[in-house]
């Protein structure tokens, strides 16, 4: 058996019994309501079980599915088994207070004038106290609920230095911002998504990354924020790539030509905002006589139902003698299946995509999301060898309309000459 066979079948015991242990507190909080004695609730309840338990094992172990399907899986059942953590201590309290009383009796039970032992199956469970159980399982997932819309707009700045030892002098503590995943088609709110665009202004970037997704499925949809994110200007340029979702895939079309129309206007509106799009292309970004090289590629991505219109060996052609090299490229899953064995050359990537799935939690210090069963690299900052990725959580949403733990994000990167400190997490 291997060991992949071995974990899913302990994943699945641990996790039916979980569920018989909640099935028998769920019943134990209401000894009056006899239908959940019947068969028919029974069997509904092994039915939910089951089908998010094959939601968690095709998030994780399913790699050919589509990443909505896994990602919602592990969406459910992450918040059903919050739910589920939190209604167990209560469970344990009251199964230990009946052992105590079940052992107090048997005690008494030991002398002439009783001989008749009470088995601990028949010691009542606290209906109060079950209750109070369910009823803190349920907080955390209305509060989820509650917080969800209030996290979409409420955006933040992340700093982070980058440490380049080929860094030429003249670009030591210059200052980089990036933004991904717009999706204005999410948007209802113009004077938020305004706030969220003077924020990373105010942080007075010296150039500017946006790693793709501007649209969700049609440009139409930039039709009211094309002015807003039209003032997303530096001095040394704005720099922008494509998403799987710019390219209409997600549109619905007349026709071929409309969809083939529709990218020709992202296209356009790229150039109205006065960003540079890098379509396997590279820019030489010069300072005080130095150089440093910016490529970017269209959307590649391990997973297969995203396209692979990156073209690397384009995006960098002629960049031989440039010391430093930064790259675009929208999916995370590109820098672990080609950039790191076969671009060598490539300094930082420049990554978005994952929202960090718009849900978990997020310090300096720890970070988790369900999405990281899918993707290796899915926020934050990641370093092998010599090689770096940064993967960047969204400005905008799309699908679930909620933030919860992981906020939009706008990231503010100081280059820095040499290696970084001894000791210091890069």
């Known amino acids: 058996m291997t060991d992949t066979a071995l974990n899913i079948i302990l994943i699945i015991s641990a996790l039916l019994l979980i569920d018989l242990y909640v099935l028998n507190g769920i019943r134990g909080a209401f000894p009056k309501w006899h239908f959940l004695q019947k068969k028919t609730f029974t069997f509904l309840y092994w039915a939910a079980s089951i089908i998010v338990i094959c939601g968690l094992l095709t998030g994780v172990y399913i790699y050919f599915a589509g990443l909505g399907v896994r990602a919602a899986g592990l969406l459910i059942f992450s918040l059903l088994f919050i739910g589920k953590l939190t209604f167990l201590p209560f469970l344990l309290i009251d199964d230990i207070k009946r052992l105590l009383v079940w052992r107090k009796n048997r005690f008494k039970n030991q002398t002439p004038a009783h001989n008749t032992l009470v088995p601990p199956d028949a010691i009542p469970r606290s209906e109060f106290l079950l209750k109070a159980g369910l009823l803190a399982g349920a907080v955390p997932l209305a509060a989820i609920k509650i917080n969800m819309p209030k996290g979409l707009y409420d955006y933040h700045v992340r700093y982070q230095a980058l440490y380049l030892p080929n860094l030429p002098k003249a670009f030591d503590g210059i200052k980089l911002g990036q933004i991904s995943d717009i999706h ?243």
């Open 184 to 426: 204005s088609g999410s948007f209802y709110n113009k004077k938020a998504v305004l706030g969220g665009v003077e924020m990373l202004l105010t942080e007075k970037p010296d150039f500017i990354f946006f790693t793709g997704d501007l649209v969700n499925g049609q440009t139409s949809e930039m039709r009211d924020y094309q002015d807003i994110f039209g003032k997303v200007k530096a001095p040394l340029g704005v720099y922008s790539s494509l998403g799987n979702h710019d390219y209409g895939d997600y549109g619905d079309w007349q026709s071929p030509a409309d969809k083939i129309k529709d990218h020709q206007d992202l296209i356009l509106t790229h150039q109205n905002m006065g960003w540079d799009l890098l379509r396997n292309e590279n820019r030489r970004l010069k300072v005080n006589g130095e150089e440093i090289g910016i490529l970017g590629i269209e959307n590649w991505s391990l997973h297969s139902r995203f396209p692979k219109y990156g073209r690397m060996e384009l995006a960098a052609k002629n960049t031989d003698d440039l010391p430093v090299k930064l790259l675009l490229s929208h999916d995370p899953s590109h820098w672990r299946a080609q950039v790191l064995n076969d671009y060598p050359q490539i300094d930082v990537m420049f990554s978005g995509h994952t929202h960090g799935m718009q849900f978990g939690v997020r310090t300096n210090d720890f970070q988790w999301s369900p999405i990281k069963y899918v993707y290796t690299e899915w926020a934050g900052h990641y370093q092998q060898g010599m090689q770096q990725l940064y993967v960047n959580v969204g400005f905008g949403f799309v699908g679930l309309y909620g933030r919860v733990g992981i906020l939009p994000e706008i990231t503010i990167f100081t280059l820095k000459a040499g290696h970084a400190p001894s000791g210091k997490l890069t």
